[in-house]
């Protein structure tokens, strides 16, 4: 059962994710129908990084998921060899 700081963590993740996936999802389906000229257009980035961030976030995800599973197998084989 999780205890109460769990679920405080965890709701506020959840909280986070739903900020970003609504302000990703107003810049790249909602923006580009409100005219240019528009000032909601000074709350958000240029374009080019509505690419650029999740792409660079999901290399990023991709470097510490490689680095995890590399340490994992180092740590396994050493614990092998000292078994042996």
């Not at 660079?56 to 614990?79: C, E, H, R, S």
């Amino acid at each position: 059962m999780a205890t109460g700081t769990d679920q405080v963590v965890g709701l506020g993740l959840v909280v986070v994710s739903l900020i970003i996936f609504t302000y990703y999802t107003a810049w790249v389906i909602l923006l580009p129908f409100i005219d240019s000229q528009h000032v909601i257009h000074k709350y958000f980035l240029p374009r080019a990084y509505a690419v650029t961030i999740p792409l660079a976030v999901g290399l990023l995800l991709l470097l510490f998921v490689g680095m995890f599973i590399t340490y994992v197998m180092l740590k396994n084989q050493k614990v092998t060899k000292k078994a042996q």
